[in-house]
């Protein structure tokens, strides 16, 4: 009889370890738009969603810097987000370039350390204006001081999202192909409130985090070693990188940290990123935005601040686990503000979920018309 309760007992024990693993790879796993709305709803935290005629949608939150804190298309968040939802972390959001340098205020003038940035990051949002399942507008203002002392910024930030059609919903090619879709209308704008010009020395910047592991094709106009540099941080390895008929792969690690910069020279004003999903599809992050080649760009490599600046960067972070993240980054050009004025940089993002045979036809039509031959890592 005590060989049997001895037994009871160890398979007890064993389903309650084998419901803690399983508790524990449910943490684990990327958060869901159905979860990330739970713990907002649950701690009070004001959010908007809007939502296509797919279902498919994606969510803003005011208090953590008016991100696009997670997009839910085909049921899968295909952005990046922290598994702890409540530090705000993760999804797209607007950044301000240059970062380091004398003329930059988020890393210290030794790019050792950071500044303090919480005031765009996370940073509380007002909404201005929302319109369900169409539009909403936040805007934000900061003051703060350029690393030299030269500069007193004071901005104003606004954030416009609206849903987008997709750009292949007329084409006869694909009126029989299913596929899920998502497209965003973004623009952001940066506003210069106080009496001194802002002569190209600031510039908007839009990044989204992803999760590893994936590619991020940029297509450029020339296969050149000039049209891209691997020194922000640590070297990226050469097995890495894949040149290809009209683009360039890079692969997103997401464990180790290295970023890369496109030469706005060489850039065709498009950006993605594509990975396997998690029921065994595959998906696309695209951005779409304009280039101003003849203009200053601002944000590089901290041993190079006398060269121009990048308008695209690939990041890979160098957590572990559920903490690894990419980014897909695009800058606008340096902006001239005069006192009182406001200038934007517009992007649209496009996000698809399909098989990778589907994708590819998609990429081939939006991203480089080789996409289909391009190196997926």
């Not at 640590?234 to 683009?247: A, H, L, Q, R």
Request: glycine share 6%; hydrophobic share 35%.
């Amino acid at each position: 009889m005590n060989k049997i309760y001895n037994f009871i007992y160890v398979l007890i024990a064993l389903v309650c370890l084998c419901g803690i693993f399983s508790a524990g790879d449910t943490f684990l796993k990327r958060p869901d738009m159905k979860s990330i709305e739970n713990v907002l709803k649950s701690n009070k935290i004001e959010h908007y969603i809007l939502s296509n005629n797919q279902n498919n949608k994606f969510v803003v939150v005011p208090k953590f810097g008016a991100r696009i804190l997670a997009v839910s298309v085909g049921g899968e968040n295909l952005f990046w987000t922290h598994s702890d939802i409540l530090k705000g972390q993760g999804g797209q959001r607007t950044w301000v370039s240059p970062e380091g340098g004398p003329k930059g205020f988020i890393f210290k003038p030794d790019w050792k350390e950071n500044r303090d940035f919480s005031m765009m990051d996370p940073g509380q949002y007002e909404v201005e204006l929302f319109k369900e399942n169409e539009c909403i507008r936040l805007t934000n203002s900061f003051n703060v001081i350029s690393n030299d002392g030269k500069e007193q910024y004071e901005l104003k930030i606004t954030r416009e999202m609206k849903l987008e059609e997709d750009p292949l919903r007329d084409d006869p090619e694909f009126e029989s192909i299913k596929y899920e879709f998502l497209g965003i209308d973004f623009v952001h704008k940066m506003k210069n409130d106080s009496t001194e010009l802002l002569d190209r020395i600031l510039a908007l910047w839009c990044l989204i985090q992803v999760p590893p592991k994936g590619t991020m094709i940029v297509p450029v106009k020339e296969i050149n070693e000039e049209a891209w540099r691997g020194n922000y941080f640590e070297p990226i390895p050469e097995e890495y990188v894949k040149s290809n008929p009209g683009s360039f792969s890079f692969f997103i690690h997401g464990s180790q940290r290295y970023k890369v910069g496109i030469n706005p020279r060489f850039a065709q004003g498009v950006i993605c990123y594509i990975s396997r999903a998690e029921d065994g599809d595959y998906f696309m992050v695209l951005m779409k935005f304009p280039v101003k080649s003849e203009f200053p760009y601002v944000d590089k490599p901290k041993n190079e601040q006398e060269a121009n600046g990048d308008i695209i960067q690939i990041y890979s972070h160098l957590e572990k686990e559920e903490l690894a993240f990419g980014e897909l980054e695009c800058h606008s050009w340096g902006l001239h503000l005069r006192p009182g004025e406001e200038k934007e940089f517009p992007i649209k993002i496009f996000m698809y979920k399909a098989p990778q045979d589907v994708l590819c036809k998609i990429g081939n039509n939006l991203v480089c018309s080789d996409l289909d031959k391009s190196h997926i890592f």
